[in-house]
C-alpha cells in the first residue's frame, strides 16, 4: 500500500537561505509523486510532480524535487527562501486506478526577515 | 482559463442537518474528487466521480453522498451531519478518467462549520 511521510511538521528558514522539504514515500509500484502548496484559506496549488523520466523535477516558484528510488524519497527544495513562501507544504502518491492521492501530513514553512 | 470552482465559501449548520456542497471542474475536465481537510486528521480522500459515475470512495460513512451531473460538475451532500464534519472541503478536477499520473487540480475549498 502506497503512504507518504513528511518529515518534520514545522520548518523555520531565514530569508534566502535554503528551503529543504522532505519527503519519504511507500509504494509497491513506481509512484507518481506531486508536490502541492497551500496558502492560508486557500485550496492547493501543484509545485511539480514526477511521473517518469527525468529524476529532477523543476517546478514553480524557483522550486524543484529530486526523486531518489534506492532513498524512497521525493525531497523539495528552493536554493533561496522568499518571504512568500510560508505557507503549507503537502506531498502526495497515487493509488494507481483509484482516482485517490494519499497526502503526507503537511510542513509548514516559516520563512523568517 | 477558469480553475476549479466551489460554492459556498463558507457554510454553517447545526448537528442532524444537511449540508450541500458544489463544484464545478475545470472545462473539459470529466474526473471530479473531493477530500476532507480537518484539523489534526489532514487531507483524506472522499469521493471520485468520473462521466457521471461514483468511482471510489474512501473510508468515510454512507451519510457522505454524491453525485455527477452530465455537465460534469458535481455535488457533495452530507447528511446528519456531527460536530466532527466541521472541516474544509476540496474538490479536485483531471482530464482523463483513471490516469493516475494527471495532475488533480484543486479549487479553494468549502468551510462547513457543525455547532
Known amino acids: 500500500a502506497q503512504s507518504v511521510t513528511q518529515l518534520g511538521s514545522h520548518v523555520s528558514v531565514s530569508e534566502g537561505a535554503l528551503v529543504l522539504l522532505r519527503c519519504n514515500y511507500s509504494?509497491?509500484?513506481?509512484?507518481?509523486l506531486f508536490w502541492y502548496v497551500q496558502y492560508p484559506n486557500q485550496g492547493l496549488q501543484l509545485l511539480l510532480k514526477?511521473?517518469?523520466?527525468?529524476?529532477l523535477v523543476k517546478g514553480i516558484n524557483g522550486f524543484e524535487a529530486e526523486f531518489k528510488k534506492s532513498e524512497t524519497s521525493f525531497h523539495l527544495t528552493k536554493p533561496s527562501a522568499h518571504m512568500s513562501d510560508a505557507a503549507e507544504y503537502f506531498c502526495?502518491?497515487?493509488?494507481?486506478?483509484?482516482?485517490?492521492?494519499?497526502f503526507g501530513q503537511g510542513t509548514t514553512l516559516q520563512v523568517k526577515p | 482559463e477558469a480553475g476549479v470552482t466551489q460554492s459556498p465559501t463558507h457554510l454553517i449548520k447545526t448537528r442532524g442537518q444537511q449540508a450541500t456542497l458544489r463544484c464545478s471542474p475545470i472545462?473539459?475536465?470529466?474526473?471530479v474528487y473531493w477530500y476532507q481537510q480537518a484539523l489534526g486528521l489532514g487531507l483524506q480522500f472522499l469521493l471520485w466521480?468520473?462521466?457521471?459515475?461514483?468511482?471510489n470512495r474512501g473510508n468515510f460513512p454512507p451519510r457522505f453522498s454524491g453525485r455527477q451531473f452530465p455537465n460534469y460538475s458535481s455535488e457533495l451532500n452530507v447528511n446528519a451531519l456531527e460536530l466532527e464534519d466541521s472541516a474544509l472541503y476540496l474538490c479536485?478536477?483531471?482530464?482523463?478518467?483513471?490516469?493516475?499520473?494527471?495532475?488533480?487540480?484543486f479549487g479553494p475549498g468549502t468551510r462547513l462549520t457543525v455547532l
Open positions: 479536485a478536477s483531471s482530464p482523463r478518467t483513471g490516469v493516475s499520473q494527471d495532475t488533480q487540480y
Open positions: 509504494s509497491s509500484v513506481p509512484p507518481y
Open positions: 514526477y511521473t517518469t523520466g527525468a529524476t
Open positions: 502526495a502518491v497515487t493509488v494507481s486506478n483509484t482516482g485517490k492521492l494519499i
Open positions: 472545462s473539459g475536465h470529466t474526473s
Open positions: 466521480y468520473d462521466e457521471g459515475e461514483e468511482r
